[in-house]
């Protein structure tokens, strides 16, 4: 298989990997005393609108929990299969994230807005992982039109 199909752009490739995803593992997530700032509220929103999401943040070693679940400190330390993981890191951070990313197999990688290394993308893809650089999760599970249940503030 070509591993370009593995990078997805388009609105209908989105669109159906969304529609495919249950289980969000959020890489680089924040505790609610940042929420604030995007890498909170972007997977409050998500827990909101029904997925299932595991916080696995870089920082807050003090954390055990965020949004009501555990915390994990590997995304190969998590238990079941994982369909995305939602990525909230520095383009050149992503590097020291990919064997862990690899052990852990998630069915694909998101690469929250502003993010973006090809060469990252390109390993993860030729793994048979598909990967979306450089796109908010939250405005494009919004445009698909399923608004949260409940709003956080």
Known sequence: MDWHRNLLQSPAEI?????????????????????????????????????????????YPEATQILGQPVYRKLSEVPGSVDMVDVFRRPG??????????????????LQLGIRNDAFAEALAKAGIQVVQDKCLMVEHRNRGTPPAVQHT
């Open 15 to 59: 669109g159906g990997l969304l529609a495919r995803t249950r289980r969000i593992a959020v890489l680089g997530i924040k505790t609610e005393a940042q929420g604030n700032q995007p890498a909170f509220y972007v997977p409050a929103y998500m827990a909101d609108a029904g997925f299932e999401v595991v916080p696995v943040p870089v920082y």
């Open 93 to 110: 951070d992503l590097p020291a994230h990919l064997d862990d990313l690899l052990a852990a197999r998630p069915r694909s990688v998101w």
